[in-house]
């Protein structure tokens, strides 16, 4: 580093993001140790403490200046960390103009859009950048003193939460070890990083909380506190922001008397009010969701009142429901069948009855015309409208607003809502009630067009971000291609389901399916040449698979809708829109797309609130024949709930049993229900579906004998435990990890039902024998090795040494005796790949003629080899010889 002409001149200088935090710190300081003679820029940091510990403990230690002070002409390398985001370095933003300019990352966030590139980029998804460039210290031998050891260890204990954020990885904690080691202070890490409110906010957050009182004003729940202090509270705004999101509150105003000033401060998170213009009569200010004003000469008590009275002016009812209703109200009876159903929709002319018992006046919920004439399509007209109402219904008063009539016909996808007072049905409210009313008002409500379109039933929401953050550059590339290609081809393209409901849930995601609306063939054909790949269609479904050279699959789908002649059969399939290829799907959570086109690139949509059942976490179908017409459904439905820890809806579950009870799997193919048992057995941890599955009496779909008894169950268990244990060998030998839980499931059948049940399910002719011939001489064998005296390592290996990996877990799952389920993994681990290096062409050359003695003598080799006596090809030889003099098979 030199000066010239008041100007300093830096061959490298290092930089990080504005508002730095202590990792960004601690990073600038880390790369100063691998960029020697670099000059480091300080993009400053609005956080107190730590620019107070920055500038008045730490800054000897950096080789600082400032922007201005340097002749950028002169550098020729730039070094930024925790950040590749070119608008977070405003600061350098002259010397990234530079076209010679050689730039170095080193970053854990995501890629994003607008990110600078680099000749040199470590990226790397650990908890902290300073973790990453500590690595690299290490790896240099570069060893920091212990003052910027300190230093170090607090970005990365701030950026990892101490270690508790999820994105915290080894790397954070063996780095922090390496800090440690030299010589880092944790008494001052814990000092900077720990950040505890202050002892007197929380008293006054306490107070706030203590004094508040809720005040119901037109259908609004409106929260207030009134506190007093004598003198100023620090950071007041901080703590009303902090009782909003412990108490979740929709609307808050803390009145706080400070002094001999009255202090107003309001947070709303509600389109209809608008704080701002409430404190205006206060001659205070803000905006609809924030505002705050100061009071001089007037009472808290004063204060409040006018508060209070101006909340009840302001906010006003937007409607009442005995203006929307209709009256009188048509029911039914749940008893009724729903060919009566069918006959008094058209009667009336209408498209839902309340049901309604008629002995007890008793609202249960109600039935759709949709629903109806779906168990009139498939011969359940004489199955009572209780087997298939809605039941997950709400009701409201007469005097009801429009925000609580929102919330249950909207946000709770009801398709009628009764008003009742004092346990009499007054009328009835629809949707299109509801949107009728809010169109006629769209003024008056001051709803943009978006707003609208929310509550007609499709939410859109844009998560562009969260493909950039969530998924790898192939996969990111390759949806932009396939936008890119159906905007050319005039096409609307849609990636979907499963794909989308495990990125909102930051899952791994696997399978690429895309919608197209069009033709997805042609789509595909046009893709493919594009692209270099291979395209197997289906013109019967209308749909294709793309393959890659390395055998990357995407799923390419014209958008259809499908319907089905009788319950059971395969879907009969048609062309349609997005709307109705997503209202096809099994359940809500899977019926969300990302459109791709590249004007509305990462634009998520939601036609049947599956984002909201996601964050629920409840699996619902979307109508309420779903497992009628698709009975596979039903262990979908319980395949999904174990594996995402998700509930199954109140109706959902209904269906269940009534698809059970009227016997929906009569028709159904029993190689679909193998295919739906064998998905659930695969995943790590089946035992609580197949509990669901007893629940629901599905294990009688499977053969009426089959029952599942506590011994079933620790059985299971200790599959369970075998195959953990066996995912942690790491062998990454292949087997049908179902098959074990399988073979458990009918363990205790005999062989009668077992042959049964493999007829029932069409299990092909080769996985028959699996379950059958094969397991009972593997409960043969364990149970000889069980009821024998005594046995040896040679006996252990010649009993298992025929049985393939599942036999050999199931036997060690189903064992009571531990002694012999270790001497089996000490089989499996260690013998069983135990073989003779001499062959029968070996035994030729000593003399001795083909026959059955060379299996014996090679049998005996592998005998001596798993007692350690042989371990070299001359010792196995030099065996043989002996052995076959021994019983004179040679001279």
């Known amino acids: 580093m030199a000066k010239k002409n008041r100007f300093i001149t830096a061959d490298t200088i290092i930089t990080s993001h504005v508002n730095a935090d202590f990792d960004a710190i601690a990073a600038m300081l880390a790369a100063q140790k691998l960029y020697p003679d670099s000059v480091i820029i300080f993009p400053g940091s609005q956080e107190k403490n730590l620019r107070d510990f920055f500038i008045s403990a730490t800054s000897y230690l950096f080789n600082m200046a400032e922007p201005s002070s340097i002749d950028f002409s002169a550098t020729r390398r730039l070094v930024v960390v925790d950040t590749r985001q070119k608008n977070r370095l405003p600061h350098v933003a002259r010397l990234l103009e530079k076209t010679d300019l050689v730039i170095h990352i080193y970053d854990h966030h ?40 300190t230093i170090m260890a607090m970005g990365i204990y701030e950026d990892t939460g101490l270690f508790t954020y999820t994105s915290t990885t080894t790397q954070d904690f063996e780095q922090a070890g390496f800090l440690l080691s030299a010589g880092a202070s944790l008494e001052t890490v814990v000092q900077m990083v720990v950040k505890e409110i202050k002892s007197e906010q929380v008293a006054w957050l306490n107070e706030l909380l203590n004094e508040m009182n809720m005040h119901k004003i037109n259908g609004m729940d409106i929260h207030v506190s009134v506190i007093s202090s004598p003198s100023y509270i620090t950071d007041l705004a901080t703590i009303v922001q902090k009782v909003v999101r412990m108490e979740n509150l929709d609307i808050f105003f803390a009145v706080v008397l400070m002094g001999n000033k009255i202090h107003i401060i309001a947070r709303n998170r509600l389109p209809e009010v608008d704080v701002g213009k409430i404190l205006g009569h206060f001659n205070g200010g803000g905006h609809p969701y924030a505002a705050s004003a100061k009071v001089d000469q007037q009472t808290l008590a004063q204060v409040e009142f006018r508060l209070i009275e101006l909340l009840q002016k302001e906010i006003k009812t937007i409607q009442i429901a005995k203006n929307l209703m209709s009256s009188p109200a048509i029911t039914i009876s749940p008893r009724n069948s729903c060919k009566e159903a069918g006959s008094k929709m058209t009667q009336y002319n209408i498209n839902t009855l309340l049901v309604v018992d008629p002995e007890q006046n008793i609202y249960q919920g109600y039935i759709s015309r949709q629903i109806v004439e779906k168990a009139l399509f498939h011969q359940l007209s004489h199955l009572p409208v209780e087997d298939y109402m809605n039941v997950e219904t709400g009701s409201v008063g007469s005097d009801a607003d429009v925000s609580q009539i929102e919330t249950i016909l909207i946000e709770g996808k009801n398709r009628i809502l009764p008003v009742i007072d004092n346990g009499q049905i007054r009328g009835v409210i629809t949707r299109s009630d509801l949107l009728n009313y809010l169109v006629q008002h769209n003024k008056a409500l001051n709803r943009n067009e978006t707003e609208l379109g929310i509550r007609r039933n499709v939410k859109k929401r844009q998560i562009e971000n969260i493909l950039y953050q969530r998924l790898d550059t192939r996969t990111r590339e390759l949806l932009e291609n396939i936008g890119r290609i159906g905007h050319e081809l005039s096409y609307n393209t849609y990636v979907v389901g499963g794909f989308v409901r495990d990125l909102l849930l930051s899952r791994p995601v696997e399978d690429v399916d895309i919608v197209v609306e069009g033709d997805g063939i042609a789509f595909a054909r046009v893709y493919a040449q594009n692209e270099g790949c291979r395209v197997n269609t289906f013109k019967k479904f209308g749909t294709a698979v793309i393959i890659y050279p390395d055998n990357f699959k995407i799923d390419v789908a014209s958008a259809r809708l499908e319907y089905y002649q009788t319950p059971a059969a395969l879907p009969i399939v048609e062309k349609s829109s997005i709307k109705r290829d997503l209202a096809r799907r099994d359940f809500t959570i899977n019926t969300l797309a990302i ?7 990462g634009t998520m949509i939601d036609y049947f609130g599956a984002n909201r059942d996601l964050k629920d976490k409840t699996i619902r179908t979307i109508h309420n024949l779903s497992f009628v ?23 959902t579950s209904n269906l269940i049993k009534n698809a059970v009870k009227i016997d929906c799997f009569k028709n159904l193919s029993g190689l679909r229900v193998l295919n739906e048992l064998k998905q659930i057995f695969e995943e790590d941890n089946p035992i609580p579906a197949i509990k669901s599955l007893e629940s629901y009496g599905l294990e009688k779909v499977i053969h009426p004998n089959l029952d599942i008894i506590p011994k079933t ?40 039902v077992s042959k049964e049940i493999c007829a029932r399910l069409n299990v092909p002719l080769k996985e028959r024998d699996l379950f059958l011939a094969r397991r009972y001489t593997a409960e043969k064998k364990l149970s000889m090795i069980e009821t024998s005296d005594g046995y040896t390592k040679q006996e252990i290996y010649w009993v298992l040494i025929h049985f393939k990996t599942e036999y050999i877990l199931y036997m060690m799952a189903l064992t009571g005796n531990e002694k012999i389920r270790k001497d089996i993994s000490n089989f499996y681990t260690r013998h069983r790949k135990i073989q003779p290096v001499i062959k029968g062409k070996d035994l030729l050359e000593l003399g001795l003629k083909p026959g059955p003695v060379f299996t014996r003598i090679l049998n005996q080799v592998v005998n001596a080899k798993l007692d350690n006596r042989l371990k070299t090809r001359k010792e196995e030889l030099d065996f043989a010889v002996q052995y076959a003099r021994t019983h004179k098979l040679i001279d």
């Open 713 to 752: 169950y620790q059985l299971l268990e200790s599959v369970n435990k075998i195959l953990s244990w066996h995912d942690l060998l790491y062998t990454n030998e292949p087997y049908p990890r179902w098959s074990v839980y399988f073979m458990a499931l009918l363990n205790r059948c005999s062989y009668t």
């Open 595 to 601: 459109s791709l086109n590249p004007d509305n690139f």
């Open 110 to 149: 995501p890629p994003m859009k607008g990110d600078v590139k680099g000749e040199i980029e470590v990226i790397e998804m650990t908890g902290s950048t300073t973790a990453i460039l500590c690595r690299i210290m290490q790896e240099k031998n570069i060893r920091p003193s212990p003052e910027e050891a």
């Open 629 to 651: 017409e698709d009975p596979t459904r039903i262990f979908r439905a319980i395949k999904f709930s174990n594996r995402f820890g998700f509930n199954i809806g109140k109706v």
